[in-house]
């Protein structure tokens, strides 16, 4: 019983791998592992949460379940934008935390190979490196590839430095 | 050890083995207050430890199973040659022992670790005990033993009473006449038919289940015998001298109709009755269902109300006549509230268990500190919610061994003081409005304010001026972190860590926690808890584009201030006068920096709110309504950034709109 299940997850990774959900902020293409991604929905009423990070817009009711949503342009230190109809909040669900990304809009879903995925430049500067684990070369494009679990727990590291 | 190839079974055992040792604990405890062990009692150990010995040992869990086969035979022995000089104490610490390593291996089991303790030592003591319990008891042993094997057929008369209410009497009385049926030559029974027989439940019930029977064993086996049936309200076994009196059945007769002999009765179903049974008083007919089945009831319940505002407040019905659809809509909210006290009820457990289990900790702790120590519990029966039990039994353990190694003294202090030689410590619990109040108190020594301020000196850990706090702000400063007025760590208590987690877990779930205390009198800490935490009256309240919920219960009043009423003091903090009395204002939108275009005290409405005798006046913009609201936590994501100041969790409303709920206790306490 139980193998058969590793064997279906096993599987079922399998066919995700390699594949990414791509989005973009300003001129820059994203991309985000696709076994992160629950679901992808359009911009909805979101209620605020005082006390939290500038990036931390609020609170959303999916369906019964509530859960916060992240303004990821304003998570990677960019000029905020108003929310139109092509913005969308990616959910996703990392260590299973649900948690929606707010981006301009969303692309659409792209096999990336192996070989195609490189290392970022080494760069002593620039705060947006952090969240950006690989890059990923598709034909004359290149996808920037998010580190998703950094993105929720890099900020506490952040937040101690600010109160210091 | 083992491998988890059967998750249900798995669970089923560890269920029903906690709930054995559980009352294995109980059964122990109670025997070693009275320093013996009576009959019942061993009986009653002898046959959890051959279960757990059965079923650990299916579930191939040997170390356990030959512990409990060890304490098994020590029992056997126990009850079968009533041995009369037993060290009662060592007996019980013996056994107590073996229950830990039973328990710790449970919870390795559940954690899914391999259950790796090994028991030979333990099981090595348990044989040493028992054969020097031999050794002592030989001469009486071999007269016991010759009284045993006196044969010849003996007649003896069982008259059975069931407990009340235990249903069934008549399958009950087959189920027996069954098991009779190895050991007995000759059975006879009143009343005669059982299983087609309608009246017999009756008959059994006003007269007792009466049995005549021939049988080659003594009296004390079979009082036994029938010692062990289920529900046994009341025995009574005679034996007959002569054959005449062995069946009376004739006399009878005319009183019961045609009693007649049963014999051929014989069938083969072997049906042992399940050990499950044997858990006390469950008269009514329980089954045990998985909590985490409850929550997810509870959060569709908890939806339904959600949708059900939805429907009966859509926005598409405004203006609308709709004589019959509210009364239909009356009917369905007094159906799904009524369905909402019920999942609330099925999720009331008393407290009775968490309380025993201090009685166990109470021991441990005198006999190491060699303290008297009374343990009076009142109260048991009190029920909270299933969640909140698991939330305070910690903290109140802690509060038990705080007071036991720092409050009450020892004997020979306590007769200096002109103290009774034992320390009382009470644990009660009871309802007050929608809260439970459970309180600690000990008649030890008591808090002394000047050691307590010395050590919020030396710790930084004073506030404000000595001189103004008063008497409680005083005693809780002993909740803050980092605070231990013991000088030195002992095995129990004193770490520092003890009474800021205890006050943290309590507030976690929406309770306070309050210190009394005066020298030489004892300390009495309560504990205010919330019934339930799931669903709640609230009074929707808007400020800007953001809406709060203030708990009903804590709302006294709300109004639109007039302009003179309002004071404000050179520190520009807002006061309001009521009725001769001068209240602080809190502006929500101040305090969660909220744009909102009213400002002016005289255009919105002002809710005043009151906990724990403190008054607070909150501002907002208006009224929204009130509605009964399920509170769900704050996404564990943002939780984790921080506790937010005032926020208690949030909800949904009827339109899909989330509402956060105000901790007035919080506001009032930051205030």
Known sequence: MKEIINDSTALEEDTQKGRFLTFSLDKESYGLEIRYVTEIIGIQSITQVPELPEYVKGIINLRGKIIPVMDVRLRFKKEPRGYNDRTCVIVVDINNISIGLIVDSVTEVITILEEEIVDPPQMN???????????????????????????????????????? | MSEYLNEPMLEVFLFESAQLIE???????????????????????????????????????????????????????????????????????????????????????????????????????????????????????????KQQPDSGEKQYRATIYFEDGCEMENIRGYTIIH??????????????????????????????????????????????????????????????????????????????????????????????????????????????????????????????VIAEAMVIQNPDLKGLELNDFYKATAQLSKITSEIQDMVMSVRMVPLSTTFHKMNRIVRDMCKRLEKKVELKIIGEETEVDKNIIE?????????????????????????????????????????????????????????????????????????????????????????????????????FSGRGVGMDVVSKNIETIGGT?????????????????????????????KV????????????????RPREEDIIIDPDHNEMLMV???CYPILRIHKMHKIDTKVTRFTDGIIIMVEQDDKILCIFADELIGQQQVVVKGLPEYIRNFKKIKGLAGCTLLGDGRISLILDIAGILNVK
């Open chain 1, 125 to 164: 500067k620039g705060v947006q490196n952090r969240y950006i684990n690989k890059i990923g070369k598709v034909g004359n494009d290149v996808k920037l590839l998010l580190d998703c679990e950094k993105l929720l727990t890099e900020d506490e590291l952040e937040d101690l430095h600010d109160a210091l």
């Open chain 2, 23 to 145: 009352q294995l604990e109980l059964d122990i405890l109670s025997s070693d207050n009275k320093k013996c062990y009576t009959e019942a009692a061993i009986n009653e150990i002898f046959r959890i430890m051959h279960t757990i010995k059965g079923s650990s040992a299916m579930m191939m869990f040997h170390e356990i199973s030959g512990l409990a086969h060890s304490i098994e035979d020590l029992f056997y022995y126990l009850r079968e040659d009533k041995p009369e000089c037993i060290d009662c104490s060592a007996l019980s610490d013996l056994i107590l022992e073996g229950i830990d390593f039973i328990k710790i291996e449970l919870e390795k089991i559940r954690n899914e670790n391999e259950a790796d303790g090994k028991a030979t030592s333990l099981i090595e003591e348990i044989k040493k005990f028992l054969s020097s319990l031999k050794k002592e008891n030989s001469s009486k042993n071999s007269i016991k033993t």
């Open chain 2, 179 to 304: 098991n009779l049926n190895d050991l007995a030559k000759e059975i006879y029974h009143i009343p005669k038919d059982l299983i087609e027989d309608e009246d017999s439940i009756e008959l059994i019930r006003r007269d007792g289940f009466i049995i005549y029977l021939k049988t080659e064993l003594s009296y004390e086996k079979m009082f036994e015998f029938f010692n062990q049936t289920v529900f046994l309200k009341d025995l009574e076994l005679i034996q007959l001298e002569k054959d005449d009196e062995f069946l009376p059945v004739q006399s009878v007769e005319k009183v019961e109709r045609n009693v007649q002999l049963l014999s051929e009765e014989r069938s083969n179903a072997k049906e042992r009755i399940n050990d499950k049974e044997i858990q006390s008083n469950s008269h009514q007919s329980i089954i045990s269902v998985n909590v985490a089945k409850l929550d997810k009831l509870m959060d569709l319940v908890g939806e339904m």
């Open chain 2, 391 to 491: 939330h305070i039994s910690d903290p109140l353990m802690h509060l038990v061994r705080n007071a036991i190694d720092h409050g009450i003294e020892s004997v020979k202090e306590r007769e200096k003081k002109g103290k009774t030689k034992s320390g009382v410590l009470t644990l009660e619990a009871k309802n007050s409005g929608s809260d439970v109040l459970i309180i600690v108190k000990d008649d030890g020594k008591g808090l002394r304010k000047e050691k307590i301020l010395k050590k919020a000196r030396e710790n930084n850990l004073l506030y404000k001026k000595e001189e103004d706090m008063s008497d409680r702000e005083i005693f809780n400063l002993i909740l803050l972190p980092g605070f231990s007025t013991k000088e030195k760590v002992t095995e």
């Open chain 2, 513 to 541: 926690l309050t210190v009394e205390s005066g020298v030489d009198q004892g300390t009495t800490i309560t504990l205010k808890l919330p019934l339930t935490l799931a669903i709640i009256d609230g009074m929707n309240i």
């Open chain 2, 544 to 559: 800007g584009e953001s809406i709060y919920t203030i708990p009903t219960i804590s709302i006294r009043e709300s109004f």
């Open chain 2, 579 to 581: 009725r001769g009395q």
